[in-house]
């Protein structure tokens, strides 16, 4: 079973950052990384994506705002929020999917707050 272990969320003001990082118990090398945000009343949406080979999505909405990386070396991947909105606020959820089983993790989800 392979645990997603997030943190980096919070209440941040329209127009600032915060960087959101996820580390996985296995070797993140073996996975396929993501977040996915989901708000109150509305379905969990993709945010942005990267797979093992570093090919990475991102939603129309956060294009040119957020930006995920990961270092394997660290075992992490990091979502920075720029700019941020009053409608990106929502609990952002890591998720795993391991290349070799297809299998899917979830993190716990880290609040993230965008209000004046």
């Known amino acids: 079973q392979v645990q997603l272990v997030e943190s980096g969320g919070g209440l941040v003001q329209p127009g600032g950052s915060l960087r959101l990082s996820c580390t996985p118990s296995?070797?993140?090398?073996?996975?396929?990384m993501g977040w996915y945000r989901q708000a109150p009343g509305k379905q969990r949406e993709p945010v942005a994506t990267?797979?093992?080979?570093?090919?990475?999505n991102y939603a129309t909405s956060v294009k040119g705002r957020f930006t995920i990386s990961r270092d394997n070396a660290k075992n992490t991947v990091l979502l920075q929020m720029n700019s941020l909105k009053p409608e990106d606020t929502a609990v952002y959820y890591c998720?795993?999917?391991?290349?070799?089983?297809?299998?899917?993790?979830w993190g716990q989800g880290t609040q993230v707050t965008v209000s004046s």
């Open positions: 296995g070797n993140i090398g073996s996975f396929n």
């Open positions: 998720n795993a999917v391991d290349v070799r089983t297809v299998r899917s993790y």
């Open positions: 990267i797979s093992s080979l570093g090919l990475i």
